[in-house]
């Protein structure tokens, strides 16, 4: 395809006549159409991966200082924070565990209402 672009812009130049192309067969123009298909594919997918890469650096630029880009991607700030976190939600999974052995919620249903208010088949 770029060949052909600059044949006809050396013709454009120089003022000789375009060259008649000889007949191919039809084997040799499929063969054609399915290397011009890959270079097309291969251009495609190569463009793709540069704008892919482009985004992916714009959205970093952009959100770089902002709170929850930091909390994610930052190591200094994420880390602490999932330590943090974790560490509450297992004082919490430990409080629930202590309840539950406790008894404290026997006294409810599946449905979160008190066992005396329940006719025990799911209503009231």
Do not use: C
């Not at 399915?34 to 097309?40: L, T």
């Not at 959100?63 to 200094?76: C, D, I, M, S, T």
């Not at 026997?106 to 208010?117: A, Q, R, T, V």
């Amino acid at each position: 395809m770029n060949e052909k672009i600059k044949e006809d812009k050396e013709r454009q130049r120089t003022g000789r006549r375009r060259e008649p192309e000889r007949p191919r067969g039809s084997r040799e123009a499929q063969e054609e159409r399915d290397k011009e298909k890959a270079r097309i594919q291969a251009a495609y997918d190569t463009y793709k991966e540069d704008l892919q890469a482009k985004m992916a650096r714009a959205f970093v630029s952009e959100h770089k200082k902002e709170q929850w880009f930091r909390e994610r991607y930052v190591p200094e700030v994420r880390d602490p924070l999932r330590q943090q976190i974790s560490e509450f939600r297992r004082g919490g999974y430990t409080q629930w565990e202590q309840d539950l052995e406790s008894g404290t919620f026997d006294e409810f249903s599946l449905e979160g209402l008190p066992k005396n208010d329940s006719n025990g088949q799911g209503g009231l």
